[in-house]
């Protein structure tokens, strides 16, 4: 099940927006579980050490759902025990998986909804999702993990699943989204700035009429490096979705020639960078980007329109959930 893959790639990432790991990147948040007064809020400790979660695999044994607790390994942590319970083949891996979830999903519900979690609750929660992965995998060939002999991730889908999500960037660097859009109303480019706490610099967009999306995405990049040199950010990492842009800076290809003399101005600015480097990267890790370029098909401002807060809600939102680590899934070839 998507949900649950993306649930388990995020634990093994250490990528759930728990609070400790908030805290580490630098928001100013309550680090503390909501029931254990003293202890911070990490992995180990919401599915592992929290008297809740020991609550729920001691019912899970004594419902016989699961023949034993599943961590047994003092000192070690949540993810060095699901590789020994991988390795030695644990056959109800599977079973550990969804109670890792269900549990993730009454933390959440005691966080935003104030429910009280209760370990039937989680219990029954799991066993629902349990029942519905029986019935998928019984009615579709191949399953998420097969218990009886290999306990790896099996690919159901015909197409191989990409999971995406924006990245801070190296310490001392800042992230440079690029991204050009093309509406009914006309082309926009647009890029973002932001330091590697995730931290918002700026954004900016121009409307660009009637031009090609390649011009589009080339004059962002173009105008996304020259903000970031005149506001003195020298060590870029830059990431757009557009790939002949990319290997066209990298001279990995002979520039288009719609492009070739936007390409020639970012070359001349690429010496007063400290260090640059290039990547693509899917739509789905460029979000804020695609949002602001889309804003410049609304604003139709031929000059470029800064903005060092955010203009809307919604691009705050988006901004906030790159921080959070929201991961979204890709089918792709
Ligand atoms: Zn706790």
């Known amino acids: 099940m998507p949900k649950i893959r993306v649930f388990l790639w995020q634990l093994c990432h250490n990528a759930l927006p728990v609070k400790g790991n908030l805290l580490r990147r630098g928001l100013q948040i309550d ?7 003293t202890e911070i ?17 001691d019912m899970a044994v004594t419902h016989q759902w699961l023949p034993n607790l599943p961590f047994n390994h003092p000192g070690s942590t949540l993810r060095e025990e699901l590789h020994l319970l991988a390795q030695s083949q644990f056959p109800w891996l599977s079973r550990v998986v969804l109670l890792l979830w269900s549990i993730w999903k009454s933390r959440n519900a005691f966080i935003f909804k104030n429910e009280v979690p209760s370990s039937m609750g989680t219990i029954l929660r799991a066993k629902c999702n349990w029942a519905e992965w029986k019935l998928r995998t019984t009615s579709l060939s191949g399953s998420f993990y097969t218990p009886s002999h290999s306990p790896q991730i099996i690919r159901r889908h015909p197409l191989p699943l990409h999971h995406i999500g924006w990245k801070l960037p190296q310490g001392g660097s800042i992230k440079l989204n690029f991204d050009g859009t093309k509406s009914a109303a006309g082309a ?16 900016g967009t121009r409307f660009l009429e009637n031009a090609p999306i390649l011009v589009a995405e ?3 990049l173009r105008d996304g490096i020259s903000t970031a040199l005149q506001a003195g950010h020298c060590r870029l990492e830059v990431e757009g979705d557009n790939q002949i ?3 066209a800076v990298q001279k990995q290809i002979l520039p288009p ?6 390409i020639e101005d970012i070359w001349n600015m690429i010496p007063s960078c400290e260090s640059i480097s290039f990547s693509h990267i899917y739509r789905e890790g460029n979000m804020a980007v695609d949002w602001m370029a889309k804003y410049g098909c609304l604003l139709k401002s031929h000059n470029l329109s800064y903005f060092t807060s955010s203009p809307s809600r919604e691009f705050l939102y988006i901004l906030t959930d790159d921080n959070l680590g929201r991961i979204l899934v890709r089918k792709a070839a």
């Open 31 to 37: 680090p503390l579980c909501l029931t254990c007064p």
């Open 188 to 203: 926009a480019a647009g890029f973002v700035l932001r330091n590697w706490k995730g931290g918002f610099i700026t954004a």
């Open 41 to 57: 809020e990490d992995l180990d400790h919401i599915f592992m050490h929290c008297p809740m979660a020991n609550a729920v695999w």
């Open 218 to 220: 080339a004059t962002a």
């Open 257 to 262: 020639w719609q492009i070739a003399p936007i």
């Open 245 to 247: 842009v990319i290997q």
